[in-house]
């Protein structure tokens, strides 16, 4: 309260000396009383905080419980266990199918007469999807057949000459030139008869190619494509014409390169498909053979099984078990802490007096997933572990779980 008022008066005083002016001589008196009076009060406080400190020392004499309670650093305590440890690789992937055609002509881009299916539409393999222009193949299957009948004509008169021939030859009439001439004859027409009807089979599967067929049984995703337009397969914006049939579904994701060694085919699978709120256990049913020079991973796939809610390129998340360990220490991994001696924990020990204090213990860390870690080396089950206030401790220091 003393110190208090002085400030006030030294305040006071400068403020009435700003207000009121006077002399030169006036105003270096009032500055000069005013220093003598600031020095004054500063004299007082570090008085008052001297006499702090030595009444806080002998407190700290006189009162055991209070020196105690200085000294002694309260912690939380929890005992090592032993678990069963799992490591998972954590990827986004996406649910495909493995019947989906992106159906194509067959003999090129042409142009479409009629479109025999809608978008959503269930077709059957085989069934009929478009019919092309085909009036160009049409004409020339009619050529080739008149031209066969033509060849026909020709070989049955050649057959006629020939068995007239021969049987002259047979009564002695006539010349062995003349009948090797008409055996020759129809021979020729013959292997021409046989390339012309090869030639309307060619023929007449082209023509069949102006009628677009399903690859596989499934429903019309994408049917992009109308009458009097050119289908060639592959639009501006992708698939004219796309079947998927999602009676066979997977999960396909790209996995870095890195991870290579650490799974294989039959790997454990946990999958989730958030929008679908659904998780699936599978394993790993394919893994490539390469690895995409511009992404650096490799595909791989889990099958999954039938639901209507699934579609594909809808996203999931994969989980693909890569480590476990039985009976293995872990602990959160933040009550590790590292230094220039490597990784380390704090535990409590007590000795024979039953004085508890922290005990600096190194540790061999293993695989760390999530906040756990496994630790290889240094604690073992029932060890008393530092999991509150091990921060700032150090080697030796008395610790307390209670006050």
């Known amino acids: 309260m003393k110190q208090t008022k002085t400030f006030g ?30 020095e004054k009060a500063k004299k007082e406080k570090a008085g008052h905080e001297a ?34 440890f799992q490591h998972f690789i954590d990827l986004m992937g996406k649910v495909d199918a493995d019947n989906i055609s992106y159906i194509s002509p067959r003999m090129g ?44 004509t020709q070989l049955g008169f050649a057959k006629n000459i020939y068995q007239r021939q021969k049987n002259l030859w047979d009564q002695g009439i006539g010349t062995e030139v003349q009948l090797i001439s008409a055996k020759t004859n129809v021979t020729g027409l013959e292997n021409q008869l046989s390339a012309a009807s090869e030639q309307i089979k060619t023929l007449q599967e082209q023509l069949n190619t102006a009628n677009v067929y399903s690859d596989v049984s499934g ?35 790209n996995v870095p390169e890195n991870y290579l060694t650490r799974m294989h085919k039959g790997s454990p699978v946990e999958i989730t498909i958030p929008d679908a709120n659904r998780k699936i256990n599978s394993a790993i049913s394919l893994i490539s053979q390469s690895i995409d020079p511009l992404q650096r991973g490799f595909i791989a796939e889990a099958k999954i099984p039938y639901d209507a809610t699934l579609k594909p390129s809808q996203s999931a998340v994969i989980k693909i078990l890569d480590y476990t360990a039985a009976n293995a220490v872990v602990i959160p991994v933040n009550m590790v802490q590292s230094d220039e001696t490597g990784k380390y924990v704090f535990v409590l020990t007590k000795s024979s007096n039953g004085k508890t204090t922290a005990h600096h213990v190194i540790v061999t860390i293993g695989e760390v997933y999530g906040e756990k870690v496994e630790i290889k080396a240094g604690l073992k089950a029932g ?6 206030g091990f921060q700032n401790l150090y080697e030796g220091q008395t610790i307390t779980t209670t006050l």
């Open 219 to 253: 429903v019309a995703d994408v049917v992009a494509i109308r009458v009097g337009e050119t289908f060639s397969g592959m639009g501006a914006t992708g698939p004219q014409i796309k079947i998927v049939n999602t009676s066979s579904l997977k999960v396909v994701v």
């Open 51 to 84: 006499d702090i400190k030595k009444l806080e020392a002998d407190l700290l004499k006189l009162d055991t419980n209070a020196a105690n309670t200085a000294k002694i650093k309260l912690v939380g305590v929890a005992p090592v266990t032993t678990q069963n």
């Open 383 to 388: 060890d008393q572990l530092v999991t509150e």
């Open 9 to 38: 008066l030294i305040i006071t005083a400068a403020f009435i000396l700003a207000s009121c002016g006077g002399s030169k001589k006036e105003g270096e008196a009032a500055i000069n009383d005013i220093k003598a009076k600031l």
């Open 109 to 152: 881009p042409a142009q479409v007469k009629a479109v025999y299916v809608t978008q959503g539409q269930f077709v059957k393999k085989g069934q009929l999807l478009l019919k092309l222009d085909d009036a160009i193949m049409r004409q020339s299957v009619t050529a080739a057949k008149q031209q066969l009948e033509g060849i026909k």
